[in-house]
């Protein structure tokens, strides 16, 4: 799967965001998605995963109520839906995949074979 994440942006305290990743190859309905984070000098952080029917989320407890991860698989698009921001949120954002109808959610990057090119976020105070 190839990914193409976008929405990303500058916003004050509070504020809210979009973040989309379109898929461009098949079998997106097949895969396991998921958002990463990363600051310079830090690892990449789990954010939030979807399960490939939509039945299943879980997110990183700091962006609990806040965040939503949710999927269009007739639109091959994963959206991240970013309120209340805060200036810790500030960080690239990437969109990951694998191909997994099992159900289980993967929290490690190492698990995801598939990355897209990142889409920076900067929350200021």
């Known amino acids: 799967v190839q990914l193409q994440a976008s929405g990303g942006g500058s916003v004050q305290a509070g504020g809210s965001l979009r973040l989309s990743c379109a898929a461009s190859r098949r079998p997106f309905s097949s895969a396991l998605m998921a958002w990463f984070r990363q600051t310079p000098g830090k690892e990449r952080e789990f954010v939030a995963t979807?399960?490939?029917?939509?039945?299943?989320?879980d997110y990183t407890k700091s962006v609990k109520g806040r965040l939503t991860i949710s999927r269009d698989n007739a639109k091959n698009t994963m959206y991240l839906q970013m309120n209340s921001l805060k200036p810790e949120d500030t960080a690239v954002y990437y969109c990951?995949?694998?191909?997994?109808?099992?159900?289980?959610?993967?929290?490690?990057?190492?698990?995801?074979?598939?990355w897209g090119q990142g889409t920076l976020v900067t929350v200021s105070s």
């Open positions: 979807i399960s490939f029917g939509s039945g299943r989320t």
């Open positions: 990951v995949a694998r191909i997994s109808v099992s159900g289980t959610l993967y929290y490690n990057p190492s698990a995801y074979v598939d």
